[in-house]
């Protein structure tokens, strides 16, 4: 008879070693389920982990690791604050779609107007309305008690359909001879998101994502507020005698995963995808939360989490041109990770022990 | 726009048919709730029971068989829910949007091969003389199998937990699992069947999409009712009857922004489509000031020590 026995803390070394084992288990079972779908596993998980590192086209590869990051890790940063409180963000997807708009609103305002200004009010337009899309769920949760949960996820819904809305309407290209979508912001050189350093696909979304993991990690560590998520997280019975407000840590966790996603989008608007359209978002508000876990809600595991799910994103693309591996098995994989993190994670919490089994 | 071309009879016999997937699941996800588990996975196994229903009725030619193999599909992936927070004890939350990220992409690998596929009929259920009831005879009388499932099964729950032992154990489970555990009961093992329980409603009310509804199956084609389902519980105060009439009241609202954006209303299409959702935020507001009734253990993990 097994039986499980509490740790009285949590295990260290386990914490640091079920990411790793996760990442193991998905590659032994995501072969299963290459092999299944009829590709060859050695070669397809190969491809997806090998091919964008080190492969003959790694050099057009990396910079796209880059690209698919940033944003990833991000948006995966803002949601790791309120995670580690218990404050459920997971509508990040519509707080990326509302800074994609309110960015890219914000710089056509200008056009065809050459400035310096124009990027920067697009930086705040794009966090601004991340910011107050997330501000919904917050208002709600602190006014009303309303779960947070199911309005940022409802939010969702309703940003896909404004984004139909303003690539059909308000931000559609009126030299675009009548296909929905905006201008192109890459060719709007005052509000375009360029390559920093040519061809390296460092762009400003990066650099905002390296500021935002320094930012969350120096707040966590050597912050008042930071120690008061940490606490309400860990110990929510300290944390209401220590005086923590419960409602000013709602309204700025939500509140910075908002506007962490709205700059996610609003950089992805400018800069890689260029135009607002109606299937703008591809889904990283969603793949964000699975890196906030798989990076252990820690800034720097957040940031190599992110990196490790940019790789099967772009690994997942070669496969499959190469191999033909279906687009959705890619998405399976990545769902893997998530389920093997969370059940290996009962090894940081409890102490696997044979017992003899007794009558109570 | 032409609101005259809009037939009330017509309308209300779809809000029934728009209500049954919400009414399946969120019967389904409230049983899991009063046993105190909190289930996120909903849209997860929705989609999946979705895309398993299709595909067996498809290869089979029977409905039927589409159905009980869109229970058992959603039953499956709930016992991977099973395994992280019973076995495992993961957090519910991450554990529920693991299902749904999980559910999500396993679906649309294996729908691959069935977009623009047709499913076979089910058919209707013809009462001779009561279905030929005017004005009553169509709304409720003359809808496939399924929809009176539904409304059976909703009967049955709402019995079960009100007048029966099983139902009285499943709730002590929900209200205080330390003590339920002190009488003697297999906590752990109720809330596994709960949860398999909820699994199976949520496949039907998947199926009920891909082969009634629309019928068809399209990538992510559930968009969002596990979501409103799981709103719904709450909207139902973790009532059946409340349940029952909350789903009707979503039906109506989808079955009627769409027959206003097919009547050509001079409120664009976007706005429309996006109602649904938007009443779903406004009525967990209004509602969200009463959670006496919530299972006093809802989303707590339980582990005996002794």
Redesign the interface.
């Known amino acids: 008879m097994i039986v499980l026995e509490k740790r009285p803390q949590p295990s260290k070394a386990w914490s640091y070693a079920t990411p790793l084992v996760a990442v193991l288990a998905t590659m032994v079972f995501g072969g299963v389920l290459f092999a299944i779908l009829g590709k060859n596993p050695v070669e397809a998980i190969g491809t997806i982990f090998w091919e964008p590192l080190f492969g003959e086209f790694s050099f057009y590869y990396r910079p796209q690791l880059l690209v698919k990051g940033a944003p990833l890790v991000l948006i995966a940063i803002g949601l790791s604050l309120g995670f580690r409180a218990g404050i459920w963000n997971i509508g990040a997807e519509g707080q990326y779609i509302m800074g994609a708009i309110f960015g890219a609103g914000a710089g056509l305002a200008f056009y065809p107007l050459d400035a310096w200004y124009i990027f920067p009010i697009m930086v705040i337009a794009g966090a601004f309305g991340g910011w107050l899309w997330a501000m919904i769920p917050a208002i709600l949760k602190v006014r009303f008690g309303t779960n947070e949960i199911l309005v940022s996820l409802m939010l969702v819904y309703v940003a896909e359909q404004m984004l139909a809305s303003v690539s059909l309407g308000l931000l559609k290209n009126p030299e675009g001879f009548g296909f929905p979508g905006s201008r192109n912001l890459q060719s709007y050189e005052s509000a375009h998101n360029a390559e920093l350093i040519a061809g390296s696909g460092m762009h400003w979304g990066v650099v905002a994502a390296l500021i935002a993991v320094i930012f969350a990690y120096v707040l966590l560590n050597r912050h008042m507020l930071g120690f008061h998520i940490r606490l309400t997280g860990e110990a929510p019975r300290a944390a209401k005698f220590a005086g923590v407000n419960p409602a000013r840590l709602i309204l700025f966790c939500l509140g910075l995963s908002g506007a962490l996603a709205g700059l996610a989008g609003m950089f992805e608007v400018s800069g890689p995808s260029g135009v607002v359209s109606i299937d703008f978002n591809v889904g990283y508000g969603f793949t964000a939360i699975i890196v906030a876990f798989l990076g252990r809600l820690h800034p720097v595991g957040i940031l190599l989490a992110g990196f490790l799910m940019a790789l099967t994103y772009i690994g997942g693309e070669i496969a499959q041109s190469q191999l033909g591996l279906p687009a959705a098995a890619i998405q399976v994989f990545q769902g893997m990770l998530l389920f093997f993190l969370l059940a290996f994670d009962l090894l940081t919490n409890y102490r696997i022990r044979a017992a003899r089994s007794e009558v109570a | 726009m032409d609101l005259g071309e809009i037939n009330p009879v017509l309308l209300v016999a779809s809000l029934m048919v728009a209500a049954t997937p919400l009414l399946l699941a969120a019967i389904g996800e409230l049983v899991v709730e009063k046993a105190g588990v909190l289930n996120?996975g909903v849209e997860g196994m929705m989609i999946v029971g979705a895309i398993s229903g299709f595909a067996i009725s498809v290869e089979t030619g029977s409905p039927w068989l589409g159905f009980i193999a869109a229970a058992v599909g959603g039953a499956v992936l709930s016992l991977?829910f099973v395994?992280?927070t019973q076995v495992?004890?993961?957090?519910q939350?991450?554990?529920g949007?693991?299902l749904t990220?999980?559910?999500?992409?396993?679906s649309?690998?294996m729908g691959?091969s069935y977009v623009g596929v047709k499913p076979p009929d089910m058919g209707e259920i013809h009462i001779p003389v009561i279905s030929d009831i005017p004005v009553i005879g169509p709304i409720l009388f003359q809808h496939d199998p399924i929809l009176y499932v539904g409304i059976a099964l909703t009967t049955a729950v709402w019995a079960t937990l009100k007048y029966s032992r099983v139902g009285l154990i499943l709730r002590a489970v929900g209200e205080n699992h330390d003590a339920a555990h002190a009488l003697g009961y297999k906590v752990i093992k109720i809330r596994i069947m709960a949860i398999l329980f909820g699994g199976a409603c949520a496949g039907l009310g998947g199926a009920y999409i891909s082969l009634i509804r629309v019928p068809q199956w399209t990538?992510g084609m559930t968009?969002?009712v596990g979501?409103?389902a799981?709103?719904l519980v709450?909207f139902a105060s973790w009532k059946p009857w409340r349940a029952l009439l909350g789903a009707y009241l979503f039906g109506g609202i989808t079955v009627l922004q769409l027959n206003l954006q097919a009547a050509g209303v001079a409120i664009?299409v976007?706005?429309l489509?996006?109602s649904p959702?938007?009443i779903?935020?406004l009525v967990?507001?209004i509602l969200?000031?009463d959670?006496s009734s919530a299972p006093a253990s809802l989303g707590r993990t339980f582990?005996a020590?002794?």
């Open positions: 996120l991977l395994l992280l495992a004890l993961a957090n939350v991450a554990s949007l693991a990220l999980f559910g999500l992409g396993f649309a690998l691959q990538e968009a969002g979501w409103i799981l709103a709450v664009p976007e706005y489509a996006m959702y938007i779903t935020i967990l507001v969200s000031a959670k582990h020590s002794h």
